[in-house]
């Protein structure tokens, strides 16, 4: 009986067929032109070898990758700031796929520059042209840092709020976006007052429970209106909610906090509502979307609520994870 598969007749010994490979990288090896043109391209690849449905795709490109920006800001000239960047394109139903790389080199282009929207619209010119891309997009993540000073000691330290620039082209209508993270405490008005029962009618010692709480501000900026600085929108967030958790304290600052948050307690409700009506007074914001999160030192579960203004953030359906998302560590 052969020991031989039926397709080993038909092939030669597969030893010998195998072309001898170096395994040693070739450090002198140089790329020119026509090497370079004979190297295979299966992302431009025909329309017959797309797997799956024949469907545009609306978000497609690279997300995080980290390089240092120059920002112009308010109050302290510019800074350079380590950014994560994320950038897609929308790709038509009979395209196979992009060069992602492309996008990263668009935009290392630009990226020397002090970055603004303008300069972000630059950048998006560029690689939605080398793309041939109908709608493209650009986000550009950071922790931006301010200094802000406690309550009543004299001090001073930094606080850092996370921030992303969003700059979107959808059927040839481009949006500025303006996304903040603030952090703030909460203390429940219904806790509040339960524990100034216990005292009043029992004389029993009793703290209301308040928590780190997160609100998520996403503004639309209007054309034509005012530079809105990174600055003004978290300044608008404290005169909403002035109950910023605190980065120096000393004993008088910690006091001083605690009467803080018993003069502006705050339900989820409360928040969301106080956010908005900032966001609503100023001319240089038109749709945005107000997400806030206490996360409750009460119940095992957190109280959330989401307010949008306009169609640019309405939604029948929430991200699984954006409450998870929302939650910082200091």
Known sequence: MSTHSPLDQDCPDRD???????????????????????????????????????????HVGISNFRLPI???????????????????????????????????????????????FEVME???????????????????????????????????????YDITLELVEQAGVRKKILHLDYVYSSTCPCSLELSEH?????????????????????????????VMWFEDLIEMC????????????????????????AANPIFVEDAARLYAEQLMRDRRVSDFRVVASHQESLHSHDAVSVLTEGPTFSAESLDPRLFASMFHIG
């Open 70 to 116: 120059r920002y112009r800001t308010r109050d302290n000239g510019d800074l350079t700031l380590e950014t994560s960047v994320t950038g897609t394109v929308s790709l038509e139903a009979e395209k196979k796929g992009i060069n992602m790389s492309r996008i990263m080199r668009s935009f290392y282009r630009h990226a020397e520059q002090t970055f603004s």
């Open 198 to 226: 216990a005292r009043r009618t029992r004389g029993q010692l009793a703290t209301p429970h308040s928590q780190r709480s997160v609100a998520r501000l996403s503004a639309v900026l209007t054309e034509g209106e005012d």
């Open 238 to 261: 404290r005169d909403a909610v002035p109950t910023e958790t605190q980065v120096m304290v000393k004993r008088e600052d910690e006091q001083a906090f605690a009467e803080l948050n």
């Open 122 to 160: 630059c950048a998006l010119d560029d690689y939605k042209s080398d793309l041939e891309s109908f709608d493209a997009r650009i986000q550009m993540r950071f922790s931006f840092p301010m200094k802000v000073p406690s309550l009543r000691s004299g001090l001073e330290g930094y606080q850092y």
């Open 16 to 58: 010998e067929a195998a072309p001898a490979l170096s395994r040693s990288y070739p450090e002198d090896f140089e790329v020119d032109a026509a090497y370079k043109a004979s190297l295979p391209d299966l992302q431009n690849g025909p329309e017959s070898l797309i797997k799956g449905a024949h469907r545009a795709i609306q």
